[in-house]
């Protein structure tokens, strides 16, 4: 048969071009997980802090001053105007400031401030490290969702997860590389976890939801074996026709994406099937109970995705744009996620995972602490919390402050741009050095932009 | 000009702008600007400086550091320059200056802390009167957002008029046509040669693929391999594009563009139930090869090619009339904002979306960038940008704007169903008397008079079982006879409605206007007469028949190219301007220019036949070439841009089901009507055919905005809310996966399989018949060879044997393997490259 390993080569070679530096790093990083040894460290930029991401992303935006950045002089202005100017462009009209419908109390050693939305998360303080001056540049969600994922809310720009795949290849053969569990197909859809011009096998793999899990991954036919025999001969007609047609990286590719699809065959429904988990597993993360039982399932696959060598897994949970009907909805998009959150942070921990794993809550932007209506609140990309959890970053740590109201971030500020630099850093990787020509340019995903923020470094 | 072309270059182009139309208008008015004397700069220092020290510079000014709307007041430089919204004061009209109407509160409403007294407002008019005397020279630090060199912008290529080109004469044999000379001079002047012809076979797959999206059956490829006749390539395409299958494959491109979906998306996913309409004007006006000029015009304004004002429309028939309605689809088949509360908002996103998508799909000008700001790259300018969206804005493309608003819809002329509904209407009046009299009849028979309370009530507690059920009877009649009132048929459609100019929208602000009222006018930088060319209309309209006109005109230097391009982008899977939709500053150069230019004469020459062009294009030698390489070709031009080979391609989604469902002749390519649900059962033509689903060709499945059928997009279909016009091409495991595992493949693998077993013969002549369905060729050697080492092994051995040498083999004659062998190499075969690629 047809070497494998010599044709992917090709075809990585073939495909990645520019890109040489990024594809040492993949294939070192591959031998690694073939027991290689340490030496493909020396692949990487820096040492790695995290080896792997997994980053809980909440769509719509939830209310920073409604979870974790507690603002008494807002309790105490309630009502009144803003005493300083909005931001120049809204997406929305809003009216005078809004206190927290939720109490907050100090939490864990670290003392942070977490409100009632989040209880079960709180009693996770310690392992946290908050940023609370994050700040973009686009008050829309299509276009905050583009900047966070892709870091443009201008161009089509491979997504970060899609860089990641990129610069550090698959830890486990078997599996994509970048797993996205149900995914937004608004705001801007596939753009957010796809490749763009990196070459296609980084775009992410889709898990819509776990009734379907990824389709067509059954054959109700065949068994492996004779599944294997098929593609056998799939594979000599392929490699028959490519002999005849000459090199062509595309061709090549898709021989390889062939092989990947038969390894994800036999090892992704194990991965996904969540039936051999402990019945106390499943209540860590709510599996048990309606409310949290799909965002808990959504939480415990990507720990096995995770666990498994997918290097970037994205979890999305919607729709937290309380426009209005703040204390409802926000209040029930929280219980849906706080325990399974708790439950992914405690599972990862008991297993020795979280210090190789980062995991990162946020999402496009936050919401304003002036009022739209009476129980709304409008986007604010102006300031807004995220917190990381793991793989390499400061514990019981609260980074950068937004103004008195919790409206603009005013010290130590954070913006995406930098934030991805930070992310890069852990996993190993020089923002600035991972790049892509494209159309006569060389592109990263920080674009010209980001600085690595190393206060939050543990 | 007065200023030199040094200073020029180092201010900014806004001033250039500025200072071009100022120079347009009154050439004679720089010569008298910024020399004043002494009293006039006095009055500055006493009446002005310290207004706009206090209340504008906190705002506006480089000390600051703000400069909101873009707008530095700190300096003259600034002042003239002006923000957004353009320059504050206006030397021509001082009483239209911007900074004026800011004051008085018109529009912008600064400063924002309170109105200014009428005696500062006035002082300021009387400054501007005088020319704005102001000795700040300090330059403003701020650099505005326009980097547009505007003269040089004048002389880009795509807004230049087509050039008359003639090809170079033929200086080889190679050339089968004019487009071969332009191809051959550019490659040997880089010393680049070409591959050779591609067999008969491949051409024929790439053919069909091409221009009907389905593979040639055995019989017409086996017909045209062996054909001695000279113009056997002329009649197979004459004969592809007679075929209506060639609209539903070159009708799906446009709809790419068009943004096509059969449901809204957006906020309120809705379903779009006429939304087909416009999909089969659009399949039918491929097929009936209508002149694109007509095409254009039609989609942006056929309604009002009806119209009683149009010399042409009292021959129109009402087929005709219903297609014009349909066309005008096209403006509202985008996704919309639903439940927008903020209705203005709505319709200008509405207005928006339609001058985008219209500005991408006929123009290749992304004008929509305009919307907020003067384009960056491109010389739009936001008050072009408005001057259009004054058509939109007097066109009604909404039904109301209601909680979740509704968009339009528009009853199609059918005198026929009105003659029928007019009979229809008797019957029901017919019905409707028999009820009465029965009625009437038993009031009288029960003594129930007709003026007593409740008179249905009583008759109904007398009445006894059968006068109850005889009266039900008639009553049911009448009521099935209402239901079933034959009614006119709908699309979505535009129509006029009054005519609302609307003025330059501060930041794209809908709340923030500034400025006049704009006429509907053509985007400046493609004025061709005078400088303030404007649609010439008639009061009462939109305007937009004429921006179609305007649009199709031949001398329009974009409309043609960017058509010409999308057609060749078809053939080659790139345009000769790479960028298909961005024919502006930031868009791809052609490589081609002159055979571009050539091209698109050709084409207005043509009356603008879309069928000519494909006829010449795959006629070509350039389209003829095969997909392979040479060494030194490959080295100096890898991208091949000098069009020495053809481009291998993947088939898009389209063709790749079409041809599985055409390989077992199960493929319905009906034209037209509603979209179908991939997962509908199909025309049940054979029990096995039930699990595949439907087997319209797949232009007819539904495009649902928010639930996109996974199978699409896996193969990278179209993110149908936004106008496309070249699908990426992705590979990824799931399409593998969706070729393994889904139940259309493997069935169409296990069809074709027992069709080719049922015919008999051997396995060689199996084989044959299967590379011949499933790649359009003979078998090779190595097929054989593969194939063999599957067939001739013992039942338990076949699934080892292919890992074995290819050895000592027994002939494939002598070969007759079982059924389920023979599933198992179709299925493979319907994995690989080669039927996933056309060459």
Known sequence: MWNRTELSRRAMLGNVGCGFGAWMLASLLHQQSHGMGSKALDGLHFPARAKRVIFLFMHGGPSQVDTFDYKPQLIKDDGKPLPFEKPRVQFSQTGNLLKSPWAFAQHGESGAWVSELFPEVAKCVDDLCFIKSMHGSNEAHGGALLKIHTGSDTFVRPSMGAWISYGLGSENENLPSFVTINATLGHGGVQNFGSAFLPAEHQATRIGNLASGISNLKNPELSESDLRTQLDLAQSLNQGHLKSVGRDSHLEARIQSMELAFRMQAEAPGVLDQSGETESTLKMYGIDAKQTENFGKQCLLARRLSESGVRFVQVSHSYWDQHDALRAQHQELAKQVDLPIAGLLKDLKARGLLDETLVIWGAEFGRTPTAQGTDGRDHNPHGFTYWMAGGGVKRGFSYGETDEYGYYARENRVHVHDFHATLMHLLGIDHEKLTYRYGGRDFRLTDVHGRVVHELLA | MILSSSVRRVLSSKLAIACFFVSLVFPWFARNTWSFDEDQMAFFEERIRPVLVEHCYECHSARSGESKGGLLLDSRKGVTLGGDSGSSIDLVNPDQSLILGALRYDDLKMPPSGKLSDQVIDDFAKWIAMGAPDPRDEAATVAPSLTVDWEGAKNFWSFQPRTAVNP?????????????????????????????????????????????????????????????????????????????????????????????????????????????????????????????????????????????????????????????????????????????????????????????????????????????????????????????????????????????????????????????????????????????????????????????????????????????????????????????????????????????????????????????????????????????????????????????????????????????????????????????????????????????????????????????????????????????????????????????????????????????????????????????????????????????????????LEVNRAAMSDFLTTFDFVEPGVSVDRRPTTIVPHQALYLMNHPLPLEVGRQLASQIWSQGGNDAQRLEQVVRRVYGRSATVVEKQIVQSVASSRKEEQDAAISHSLESFESLENCHSSLETWVKICRAMLLTNEFLYVE
């Not at chain 2, 004002?309 to 904002?337: C, H, W, Y």
Request: hydrophobic content about 40%.
């Open chain 2, 168 to 700: 170079a004469k033929a200086s080889s044999e190679w050339c089968r046509n004019p487009i071969d000379s332009f191809v051959e001079q550019k490659r040997n002047a880089a010393g680049v040669q070409p591959v050779e012809e591609t067999s008969r076979a491949t051409w024929l797959r790439r053919v069909y693929i091409d221009l009907v999206g389905i593979p040639p059956t055995p019989e017409e490829s086996m017909a045209f391999e062996q054909s001695a006749e000279p113009d056997i390539y002329e009649r197979t395409v004459d004969a592809l594009l007679a075929s209506p299958t060639y609209g539903q494959r070159w009708g799906r491109y446009w709809l790419d563009l068009a943004r096509y979906a059969d449901s809204n998306g957006a906020d309120e996913n809705h379903a779009y139930p006429v939304a087909w309409r416009y999909r089969d004007y659009v399949v039918d006006s491929f097929n009936r090869d209508t002149p694109y000029h007509l095409f254009v015009r039609e989609q942006l304004a056929g309604d009002l090619l009806i119209s009683s004002s149009n010399p042409q429309a009292s021959s129109l028939s009402e087929a005709d009339q219903r297609r014009l309605i349909a066309a005008t689809g096209f403006l509202v088949i985008g996704p919309k904002m639903l439940a927008e509360q903020d209705k203005p908002k709505l319709v200008a996103d509405l207005v928006d979306e339609q001058i985008d998508t219209m500005g991408k799909v006929f123009l290749g000008l992304t004008i929509g960038c305009a919307r907020c700001h003067d384009h960056k790259f491109d010389p739009i300018l936001a008050s072009d940008y408005y001057a259009l969206a004054s058509v939109f804005h007097s066109t009604k493309s909404m039904e109301h704007l209601n909680h979740v608003a509704q968009w339009n819809e528009r009853e199609l002329p059918d005198s026929e169903i009105v003659r029928s509904m007019a009979v229809h209407d008797t019957k029901i009046e017919q019905a409707n008397l028999q009820v009465q009299q029965h009625t009437s009849e038993l009031m009288q028979k029960h003594a129930i008079p007709a003026d007593s309370p409740e008179p249905s009530k009583q008759l109904e507690s007398v009445l006894n079982d059968s006068e109850k059920e005889s009266l039900a009877k008639l009553k049911q009649v009448h009521e099935e006879l209402t239901k079933s009132r034959p009614k006119l048929p709908k699309a979505m459609a535009v129509q006029e409605s009054e005519v609302r100019l609307v003025s330059v929208h501060v930041r794209g602000n809908h709340l923030q206007m500034t400025g006049q009222p704009l006429a509907p006018a053509v985007p400046t930088i493609l004025r061709r007469r005078a400088a303030t060319e404007t649609l010439q209309m008639a009061p009462s309209s939109s305007g937009r028949l004429e921006l179609a006109n305007w649009i199709a005109d031949a001398q329009n230097p974009l409309t043609a190219r960017v058509m010409v391009n999308r057609i060749w982008q078809g053939h080659f899977g790139s345009g000769l301007v790479s960028t298909g939709s961005n024919f502006g500053l930031r868009g791809q150069l052609p490589t081609h220019p002159e055979l571009l230019d050539w091209l698109a004469n050709t084409f207005v020459e043509n009356d603008w036949s879309i069928k000519d062009l494909h006829r010449l294009i795959v006629l070509s030698a350039t389209y003829r070439m095969s997909t392979g390489s040479n060494s030194h070709s490959e080295q100096v031009d890898p991208e091949n841009r000098l069009l020495w080979r053809q481009n291998r391609r993947r088939l898009e989604i389209e063709p790749l089901r079409d041809s599985l469902l055409s390989m077992v002749d199960l493929l319905d390519t009906r034209v037209g009507g509603e979209a179908t649900a991939a997962s509908a059962a199909p025309d049940a033509r054979a029990v096995w055919a039930s699990k595949i689903g439907s087997a319209r060709r797949t232009v007819y």
